[in-house]
């Protein structure tokens, strides 16, 4: 079975300043995706980022980056010149990669991240 | 592009009850959809997958007589809370995945819906 760790289920960031958000998972798979979702007031899942398993280079998405340890299960989210608008909880996800069928999504528990002005 | 809808937004119901919530994808196709329930200040629990033109596959702890799922084109599913009760309030948001291609993992997001059972 596949489980999903946050360990921080608070954070608070400075406007303007750069946060990182931990996440570690457990799997023996080797092919799968990672998922960063972030869900604001409204509750509206929205895609941040995702990183295929098989590549070796980060995900990159304006001021959102990944760093993906694939040896050391590790897959965290780095936020530069925080908004606002970043205060919503995120959510790491995780998911096998298959080549038919239903592949759904393992979700961790969730960091609510609080952008101070 | 990729849009999913869900109605109703909100809906309070008296216990016992049955109450359906639609989860249309608008401008693509979904062979796959999944049910998820959502907690106060939790994340996400996946219930069920909804396989269009055929049964639904149920988690562990789900009740299937309790929550029907039915998933009868390419662009809806819908989901039964049967007889409600107060415990079964929560927040259900569902998901679809494109048809397009077998090796798609990119999954679309309903906004949700908040059910209150009285």
């Keep these: 079975a596949q489980t999903v760790t946050q360990s921080q289920p608070e954070m608070s960031v400075q ?9 570690t998972y ?17 509750r509206q899942m929205i895609l941040v980022i995702r990183q295929e398993a098989y590549k070796q280079q980060n995900a990159t998405e304006n001021r959102f980056s990944v760093n993906f ?30 080549n038919t069928g239903a592949n759904n999504l393992f979700f961790g528990t969730g960091t609510r991240l609080t952008v101070i002005p | ?20 919530i ?32 055929s049964k639904a596959t149920y988690e562990q702890g789900v009740e299937k007589d309790k929550f029907l ?22 927040f259900y948001i569902c998901s679809a995945r494109e048809t397009a291609t077998v090796f798609s993992y990119e999954q679309y997001f309903g906004p949700g819906t908040r059910l209150t059972v009285t």
């Design chain 1, 69 to 98: 340890q694939k040896a050391a299960k590790s897959f965290s989210l780095k936020i530069s010149d925080s908004q606002l608008g970043d205060t919503a909880m995120y959510f790491c996800a995780f998911m096998k990669h298959a």
């Design chain 2, 1 to 20: 592009g990729a849009v999913v809808s869900q109605h109703p937004s909100r809906v309070i119901c008296k216990s016992g009850t049955s109450v359906k």
């Design chain 1, 15 to 23: 406007e303007a300043e750069t946060v990182t958000l931990s996440c």
């Design chain 2, 69 to 90: 799922i039915n998933h009868a084109s390419l662009t809806l599913s819908t989901l039964t809370v049967t007889s409600a009760h107060p415990e079964d309030s929560s």
């Design chain 2, 22 to 53: 639609e989860c249309r994808s608008l401008d693509f196709q979904a062979t796959t959809m999944f049910w998820y329930r959502q907690f106060p200040k939790q994340s996400l629990m996946l219930m069920a997958t909804s396989n269009e033109g």
């Design chain 1, 26 to 42: 457990d799997t023996s798979e080797n092919n799968y995706y990672l998922f960063w979702y972030k869900q604001p007031p409204s």
